[in-house]
């Protein structure tokens, strides 16, 4: 089946009580059994749930994975992943990183004993570098946030093939239907659902898919041991949100590409940061990996102070000045006070994230209208 398709009808089947065509909310806790042990495949609503089962099976479907696991947020997703590391394992990770991936890497887990080295992914010399025999888990996030840094994740998984490791990949900003890292030779993939796989901005959500049994079964444990599952409401959505990725995705693609090349030709802007452009360092890299360069879009400008980019994200109209991305709405960020706030601003230099450098979540509106915008907010 191709894309689309499944986006559309992976693990929905018409509800065999009624025919309903959407999957119901169940929002029961409890299932009835005809003999202790005997039920329909449903005991207690953490362990599963009848609207949570159709999206785990769609999740699945669209990484080309055989099991998906569902969340209740992208940060329980990671949580997870963690917890199936033990005290004295090591973990390489991207320099440039979600902020919140970051936050939970120094500041929770390495309080457990686990010890994490943030190398430039970008070059698989530097993850060679750091690999001990401890090492456990190679954390990538490709392309990054905010830097949009693309790793080459073949040549990653097929350098540390023959250790004894899992590749993981936050497949966040690429979404499915632009990558599936699990085709490259990852062993996890993981999505803060909250963001494209919404898309909608209504739901805070998060994923895990994986073909291996042996790390199903353990994600298993994990999510009914721990609990961190979503409701039957917001899997309701994202039900509802995943049968339109495929076209949300195409729009953002445009609109993105759109306004990265139109914010070159702005004169107070010194650099725009988008897989899509030639000048892009992990352009080539990126046309092969991706099916498409996604709906962020980053840029300095050339006065690169705080001020210079708030009195921007102050004018903006369009584009709304908040956290997150993924939603068919524009939004605009600062990410060195906002979503990359946890991570000390001497790191942050040291990586790349700028005084001024903004950060835009291209939304599907007219794209004129979000040029318009950008162009009277960077008078
Ligand atoms: C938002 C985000 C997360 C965290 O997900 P939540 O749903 O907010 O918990 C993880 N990784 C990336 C790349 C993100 O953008």
């Known amino acids: 089946m191709k894309f689309g398709t499944k986006a559309i009808h992976a693990g929905v089947e018409p509800d065999p009580t009624t025919g309903a065509i959407m999957t119901p909310i169940y929002q029961s806790t409890t299932f009835a059994q005809a003999s202790p042990g005997k039920h329909k495949g449903y005991e207690y609503a953490r362990t599963q749930n009848p609207t949570r089962k159709p999206l785990e099976a769609a999740l699945a479907a669209l990484e080309n994975a055989k099991y998906g696991f569902a969340f209740a947020s992208g940060m329980a997703a990671t949580d997870t992943i963690i917890k199936m590391l033990r005290p004295g394992d090591e973990v390489i990770c991207a320099q440039d990183m979600y902020g919140g991936t970051y936050r939970i890497f120094t500041r929770l887990f390495s309080e457990f004993g686990i010890k994490f080295h943030f190398v430039d992914t970008r070059d698989v010399a530097n993850v060679k570098a750091v690999l001990t025999p401890n090492t456990k888990l190679v954390w990538l996030e490709t392309p990054t946030n905010p830097l949009l840094e693309i790793s080459d994740v073949q040549a990653i998984c097929q350098a540390l093939k023959n250790e004894d490791l899992m590749v993981v990949v936050d497949n966040t900003f690429a979404t499915p239907y632009l990558q599936n890292p699990l085709d490259l030779g990852a062993h996890l993939v993981t999505h803060s659902s909250t963001k494209y796989l919404g898309g909608h901005s209504d739901v805070v959500g998060g994923a895990i898919m994986c073909n291996d049994s042996k790390l199903a079964e353990k994600l298993h444990f994990l999510q009914n041991s721990c609990g961190a599952v979503p409701a039957p409401l917001d899997c309701f959505l994202l039900l509802r949100s995943i049968k339109t990725l495929h076209l949300r995705m195409e729009a953002h693609n445009k609109n993105a590409a759109i306004v990265a090349k139109f914010l070159e030709t702005i004169p107070s802007v010194a650099k725009v940061i988008y897989p899509g452009l030639e000048s892009h360092n992990g352009h080539e890299l990126a046309k092969k990996q991706m099916r498409g360069f996604g709906g962020m879009v980053s840029f300095i400008l050339k006065d690169d102070s705080e001020e210079a980019a708030f009195r921007c994200l102050e004018k903006v109209k369009v584009f709304t000045l908040a956290e997150?991305?993924?939603?068919?709405?524009?939004?605009?960020?600062?990410?060195?006070?906002?979503?990359?706030?946890?991570?000390?601003?001497?790191?942050?230099?040291?990586?790349?994230?700028?005084?001024?450098?903004?950060?835009?979540?291209?939304?599907?509106?007219?794209?004129?209208?979000?040029?318009?915008?950008l162009a009277q907010a960077l008078r």
Request: with cysteine; charged share 25%.
């Open 324 to 373: 997150s991305l993924g939603g068919v709405e524009s939004l605009a960020c600062h990410p060195g006070t906002m979503t990359h706030a946890s991570i000390p601003v001497e790191r942050r230099l040291e990586i790349g994230i700028r005084p001024s450098l903004i950060r835009l979540s291209v939304g599907v509106e007219d794209v004129e209208d979000l040029t318009a915008d």
